[in-house]
């Protein structure tokens, strides 16, 4: 298993400039098997000290989804009030969550207290282990979009709050609110660049040293 | 632009799979225009707020190396001391970082002060700007493997003494430090599974709510 094919890494790149964020969702079901297969992913990804610290929580039932949506409601109207003028109007218009519609939400934790890897490589940086848990987010993504699968990240939340209303376990730390479902449109330019929030500068800024 | 075919869905479980974290590289050159393009991959990722926090120092000079260097061997010895009897051994014997080897060093950033998106989505999460540039680590780690290319994640570091050695900018906090090269070996199994520290556990936690 050297390199992979030409034409795999093409598409591989194309995957990736097809992978939005997104938050206008079709509302019929996604079926559990394709979840469970993109869910599968997480455990592919690269963990500190091999910690596998992931978490998932299904919101599922109809308490949890009203617990989430108050909440990202409450965030907003307070990111809100942070803005004036134009930049104020601009925002209130913006559709941030797709909440309201995504049949399938995962909100996704890292447990900080896991014995699990012995606390290799994670001394003198502990945020490694929610890293990893981005990493396996990442990878979930990629594989629910190369299924034709959209996936949201609302980080417009209260993270303490919701882990209380979710009665998550102890010494869990809520790293991202995801939904998941077929989108209403597939592109590849954000949402926030068409409304004009804010243009890519896609310029990596390099230095050596 | 909907599904991806099944063959290259197939191939991409198969890419996450034979990722690995890579600690043992040749030290032949990569060259440049392989670098760049997978460094590319950083731009396709997704970043709170279209905020693209990512910074990257490539890390070259026989100083900002010997730096670097030091304060893994430093980090490392500290991280041994918490460790006693048979575990304190095993990890001794652990190699856990390229830094020795690896033709192709790189800090990875996050600037937690860009204006950069206006905060949008970072009111009551700021670290998404990091996870943000996890996100493209990740990105970049997948593209750099599709190629053929190892890449290791050190994070035993004092991130703020590198910061200051590496003369980052104001605001910039370390994310990652990646080596990157040829890999000495392909495998689908991780360096710390072989050597006996923590076993995958590979299942994932998942409950309703």
Redesign the interface.
């Known amino acids: 298993?050297?390199?992979?094919?030409i034409d795999?890494?093409n598409?591989?790149?194309?995957?990736?400039?097809?992978?939005?964020?997104v938050r206008r969702f079709r509302t019929d079901p996604v079926d559990a098997a394709t979840i469970t297969h993109c869910?599968?992913?997480?455990?592919?990804?690269?963990s500190?000290?091999?910690?596998?610290p992931?978490?998932?929580?299904?919101?599922?039932?109809p308490t949890?989804r009203a617990a989430a949506l108050d909440n990202f409601k409450s965030?907003n109207m307070?990111?809100l009030a942070?803005?004036s003028g134009e930049?104020a109007k601009l925002?209130s218009g913006?559709k941030?969550t797709g909440m309201e519609d995504a049949p399938v939400q995962l909100?996704v934790f890292c447990d900080d207290q896991t014995a699990?890897?012995?606390?290799?490589?994670?001394?003198?940086?502990p945020?490694?282990r929610?890293?990893s848990v981005?990493?396996a987010?990442?990878?979930f993504?990629?594989?629910a979009r190369?299924?034709?699968l959209g996936v949201g990240?609302v980080?417009?939340?209260?993270?303490a709050r919701l882990a209380r209303d979710?009665?998550a376990p102890e010494g869990w730390s809520?790293?991202?609110y995801l939904c998941v479902g077929w989108p209403q449109e597939?592109t590849?330019t954000?949402e926030?660049?068409t409304a004009g929030?804010?243009?890519?500068?896609?310029?990596?800024?390099?230095?050596?040293?």
């Open positions: 298993m050297q390199a992979f094919a795999f890494q598409d591989l790149t194309k995957l990736m400039r097809w992978r939005r964020d869910l599968d992913a997480f455990s592919l990804a690269p500190v000290g091999l910690s596998e992931w978490r998932v929580l299904k919101v599922e039932s949890a965030a307070q990111a942070g803005y930049k925002y913006l941030l909100a699990q890897g012995a606390n290799l490589g994670a001394a003198t940086m945020e490694t929610r890293y981005v990493g987010i990442t990878l993504w990629l594989t190369a299924r034709g990240w980080s417009i939340l209260d993270p979710l009665d809520l790293v991202a597939n590849d954000p926030l660049e929030w804010q243009t890519r500068a896609r310029h990596l800024v390099i230095e050596s040293r």
